[in-house]
């Protein structure tokens, strides 16, 4: 039993019942009912973790998240993703979540990766790191695909929040468990992961409800949506990435000075 992330989960129940989310959730016996797995999810909002858990309340699973130390360096967030058993992850250090990760995996978690990194300003895959595949090679257990589409209606990355009732339709699918290739490098094994998660976006936003006029934007321009292309979204990031490396450089400076 676990009281904080228990109560967590009733509390996020409890809005996005007031904000009228309308969630599908598919392939949900594809989660394994004991035992650790890799779930690897595309990230299309700042949501997307608290979405993700609703496929493996069926069995009573809980995934711990992978996520960025700040998240836990928050006084607020913090505590509460600790008590979760989520895993932070430093930039340019992670080895040493790495290693949490893949112990975790062995005690039987489900733990929760977003390969992308960071949050597609395309709302297409990005390019996938292969963490999530050598995890779950040294620990070995499953790899499970999962797709979300819809929460970058409710808060992506550059738009604003739409935490008010919005009756937004949410689709969260789990893929069949995914098994490390052991004849394929890390990085083949990542890209098959990708394919199949690349299959399974598709067929989701083709059978979501079609969206019009101020929704264009949370569309992908590949389907005639105001969404940048897949090209423009990276430059955006990694001119991002940029100035965060210019501030933190400058900041080192000045505390050593």
Known sequence: MEPV???????ARTLFAGQGLKFTLLGEDNVPRTGGAVVMMNHLSYMDFTYAGFPARKHKRLIRFMAKKEVFDNKISGPL????????????NGAASYRAAVDALKAGEIIGIFPEETISRSFELKSFKSGGVRMAKEAGVPILPMIIWGSQRVWTKGKPKRMGRTNTPITVAVGEPMHYDEALSPEENTERVKAVMKTMLDEIRAAYPKLSGSDL??????????????????????RVAAERRRKYVEKQREERD
């Open 5 to 11: 992330y228990t109560s967590v989960i009733g509390l």
């Open 217 to 238: 934007e949370f569309l992908p321009a590949s389907m005639g949506g105001t969404a940048p292309t897949l090209e423009e979204a990276e430059a955006e990031d990694a």
């Open 81 to 92: 993703m600790r008590a979760m058993k989520h895993i932070a992850v430093e930039r340019g």
